[in-house]
């Protein structure tokens, strides 16, 4: 099996006439936790958008294996992004919906499966993510780590090859924030899944990254791209060192 999951190459995103980020170049490996960090607004969740289908970039590719997405038909684009699955920073799911029908959702959309395996399959991925009997809650009736794994449910509903989290630990505790982090490593390890995150929270870069890139809104480009460990002892690049480690290695610079 071909180890490469996803490359970027030569990609420039732009709203307009304004470039947000230019010359990516990357490649997330089978079984990466692979994390894309960077300051505020260096376009860390805009570069998750394009990888997921909502955004065309300027210019560049993104392969998921041999695969263009931007140069696929839609109906081959719909094909290759049915492979994922996406959980957004708000966990949006839909208030309306108890958690089994939030669930139950895509497979509904996308699968001609009878009610009773969607019933079955809906019970085992809530009881992945610690949910089990949660079933008939509306996501009003839980907690906001509740609600990121039941987001997460659901964004695994398909059994994706590839998970796209976009800062999954925001407006969590930091217990949470920690379970959080263990279930994605169990689900990779179990489900061999891979997973692309965008987070800027050091805690969960440096317990579960595996991979990362790092983004710069002033360079307009990456800085960095490696292992977050790697990069931490290695990079002599300023801002990634002030990133990762919050400043505190350059004060005795200063």
């Not at 309306?96 to 009610?115: F, H, I, K």
Request: net charge negative; charged share 20%.
């Amino acid at each position: 099996m071909n180890p490469v999951c996803l490359t970027v190459k030569n990609l420039t995103m732009s709203y307009g006439d304004f470039v947000i980020q230019r010359d990516l170049n990357f490649t997330v490996n089978r079984g990466d936790i692979f994390i894309i960090m960077g300051g505020s607004g260096c376009g860390k969740s805009t570069l998750l958008r394009h990888m997921i289908g909502l955004h065309r970039p300027q210019q560049g590719e993104i392969f998921f294996g041999n695969e263009s997405l931007w140069q696929a038909s839609a109906e081959n684009q719909r094909r290759i992004l049915q492979r994922t699955g996406v959980l957004f920073q708000s966990g949006a799911l839909l208030s309306s919906m108890t958690l089994a029908e939030n669930v139950a959702l895509p497979m509904t959309e996308a699968r001609n499966w009878s009610a009773k395996k969607v019933r079955e399959l809906v019970a085992y991925k809530l009881a992945l993510v610690g949910l089990a009997g949660f079933e008939d809650y509306y996501p009003a009736e839980i907690s906001g780590g509740m609600q990121k794994r039941a987001g997460l449910a659901r964004a695994m509903a398909l059994d994706p090859e590839i998970l796209f989290f976009d800062e999954p630990s925001a407006g969590l505790d930091p217990i949470s924030a920690k379970l959080l982090d263990d279930l994605i490593l169990s689900l990779r390890d179990t489900l061999s899944t891979t997973v692309v995150m965008v987070t800027h929270e050091l805690a969960s870069i440096f317990a579960i990254g595996s991979n990362s890139v790092f983004l710069d809104a002033e360079a307009g480009t990456m800085l960095a791209y490696g292992p977050p460990q790697q990069l931490l002892a290695e990079s002599q690049d300023i801002k990634v060192r002030r990133f990762l480690t919050r400043g505190q290695d350059l004060i005795g610079d200063s």
